[in-house]
């Protein structure tokens, strides 16, 4: 991860990663059956479809209910949230409905007045929908996402300049895209950032009523782990797709037009049904436009702001002062390695680090005796070594726990000399030839 992402310090906050299960379980149900609803896994969308009529009624009750259900930061599992939602004052859940919703008459119709009763209603509604939907796929996942929530936390977040990042920085960093106007007005007070690795939503934002923390959930991107450096080429992929006259044509017309069906696209070009075809596949690729199936044979297309948005982001990210010293470290780190395999047997090259080390063992022979006649040159002719020396030696040179195997394997080949008493050892200098 580069440092560029933290070149504005002004107005820092707190960025951490958890695993949140409340929030994180409360999320994905919602998603379910939510009008505007966060993008989603298309197989977790699907799930939408075995939802009755009834339930999905019960479920846009939620809206209204909103800050009743927001869950408490400490929350451990999400049926431990359902116990809390269970014990809170019933009063809790007499929000008003909004007067401007058009599903407000049948809710009052459907659900209870009483807000007891209510509670009881949306407890047992989010209970059931937890269960048959949702548990047992989250205990599946739960380990490996707790796991890559440690590994984030001890990989980014634990780094210097993360204590320094404002929330604008950290937003972008862990979206991995430059955020959208309503992402950024939930920036607004907020001291603390959680990022919340969600096995369904894509990614979303959202202050949970909290006055001062952002939780950001989201799928996991292993872009967030990455220490090298952006290149060039994940830049300018993306970047080709835009350079083209037509292709800039063709946004327009999605802009314009909203999604369309690629014969419509083709008649309103100047161009082949081929041609026409290869570009939308090439903008496809870029992440510009969105691509379904229309039900049939054709295929629908949809601006995606999003792709924008990534290059933006990938562009400014290339661009850094940061960045450009990454690879101009990169580059001194891969002139070392030359200049410290020059001169070793190709065989050995693979295995040495810009300092000269080995830093594994080959299973195959022949370089395992390569490697032996690499780490017995460091030795000096007849100088005698205590053992401690020689482990000294071997693991300034061999980067591996198992360096006293090493010398063990050295001694039996007799390219080490030992005495009886393992008191010394030297190496031997080949006997000379005298000339006749």
């Given at each position: 991860?580069?440092n560029?992402l933290?070149a504005s310090p002004?107005n820092p906050v707190?960025?951490?990663?958890?695993?949140?299960?409340a929030?994180?379980a409360?999320?994905s149900?919602w998603?379910?059956?939510a009008?505007?609803?966060?993008?989603?896994?298309?197989?977790?969308?699907e799930?939408?479809?075995?939802l009755a009529?009834?339930?999905?009624?019960?479920?846009?009750?939620?809206?209204?209910q909103?800050?009743a259900?927001t869950?408490?930061?400490?929350?451990?599992?999400?049926?431990a949230?359902?116990?809390?939602l269970?014990e809170k004052p019933?009063t809790?859940?007499?929000?008003p409905?909004?007067?401007s919703?058009?599903t407000?008459?049948?809710?009052d119709?459907?659900l209870?007045?009483?807000p007891?009763?209510l509670?009881?209603r949306?407890v047992?509604?989010l209970r059931?929908?937890w269960h048959n939907?949702?548990?047992?796929?989250?205990?599946?996942?739960?380990?490996?996402?707790?796991?890559l929530?440690?590994?984030v936390n001890e990989v980014?977040?634990s780094q210097?300049a993360?204590s320094?990042a404002d929330?604008y920085?950290?937003l972008r960093?862990?979206l991995q895209?430059?955020?959208?106007?309503?992402q950024?007005?939930?920036l607004?007070?907020?001291q603390r950032?959680?990022?919340?690795w969600s096995?369904h939503?894509?990614?979303?934002?959202?202050r949970?009523?909290?006055?001062?923390?952002?939780?950001?959930?989201?799928k996991f991107d292993p872009q967030?782990l990455?220490?090298d450096?952006?290149t060039?080429?994940e830049?300018?992929?993306p970047?080709?797709?835009?350079?083209?006259?037509?292709?800039l044509?063709i946004?327009?017309l999605?802009i314009?037009?909203?999604?369309?069906?690629?014969?419509?696209i083709?008649s309103?070009?100047?161009?082949?049904?081929?041609?026409v075809s290869?570009?939308?596949?090439?903008?496809v690729?870029?992440?510009?436009?969105?691509?379904?199936?229309a039900?049939?044979?054709n295929k629908?297309?949809a601006f995606?702001?999003a792709?924008?948005q990534?290059?933006?982001?990938?562009?400014?990210q290339?661009l850094?002062?940061?960045n450009?010293?990454?690879?101009?470290?990169r580059?001194q780190?891969?002139?070392?390695l030359n200049?410290?395999?020059a001169g070793v047997?190709?065989i050995?090259?693979?295995?040495?680090?810009e300092?000269?080390?080995?830093t594994?063992?080959?299973?195959?022979l022949?370089?395992q005796?390569?490697?032996?006649a690499?780490?017995?040159g460091?030795?000096?002719l007849?100088?005698?070594?205590?053992e401690?020396?020689?482990n000294?030696l071997?693991?300034r040179?061999?980067?591996?726990?198992?360096?006293?195997?090493v010398?063990?394997t050295m001694v039996d080949?007799?390219?080490l000399k030992?005495t009886?008493d393992?008191?010394?050892?030297?190496?031997?200098a080949?006997?000379t030839?005298e000339?006749?």
């Open positions: 991860m580069s560029a933290f002004a707190h960025a951490h990663a958890a695993l949140a299960p929030h994180n409360l999320l149900l998603a379910l059956t009008d505007a609803a966060p993008p989603v896994e298309p197989a977790f969308a799930l939408a479809a075995q009529p009834e339930a999905r009624l019960q479920s846009l009750a939620l809206r209204p909103g800050a259900l869950p408490a930061a400490d929350a451990t599992s999400f049926e949230y359902l116990d809390a269970a019933a809790a859940f007499a929000a409905r909004d007067a919703d058009a407000a008459p049948t809710l119709a459907a209870p007045a009483d007891t009763a509670q009881q949306v047992d509604h059931t929908v939907l949702v548990a047992a796929e989250w205990a599946r996942q739960a380990p490996l996402l707790a796991k929530t440690s590994s980014v977040c210097p993360w320094a929330g920085a950290t960093f862990l895209t430059e955020p959208a106007g309503d950024l007005q939930q607004a007070g907020v950032i959680i990022l919340v096995p939503v894509l990614a979303w934002c959202s949970f009523g909290s006055a001062d923390t952002l939780w950001v959930l989201r967030l990455r220490r450096p952006l060039r080429a830049v300018l992929g970047l080709s797709a835009l350079a083209d006259d037509t292709r044509r946004l327009e999605l314009e037009n909203g999604e369309q069906r690629a014969q419509a083709i309103q070009l100047d161009g082949s049904q081929g041609n290869r570009h939308l596949k090439q903008l690729n870029g992440g510009f436009v969105r691509e379904r199936r039900g049939d044979a629908l297309y995606n702001q792709g924008v990534r290059l933006m982001y990938l562009t400014r290339l850094s002062s940061d450009a010293q990454s690879i101009g470290q580059l780190a891969e002139t070392r200049q410290a395999r047997p190709a050995l090259q693979p295995f040495l680090d300092s000269g080390r080995i594994r063992w080959s299973s195959k022949k370089d005796d390569a490697m032996l690499y780490l017995i460091k030795f000096e007849e100088r005698g070594y205590t401690k020396e020689v000294t071997l693991q040179w061999y980067l591996d726990a198992d360096f006293v195997l010398r063990r080949t007799d390219l030992r009886r393992g008191s010394r050892y030297w190496v031997e080949a006997p030839t000339a006749a």
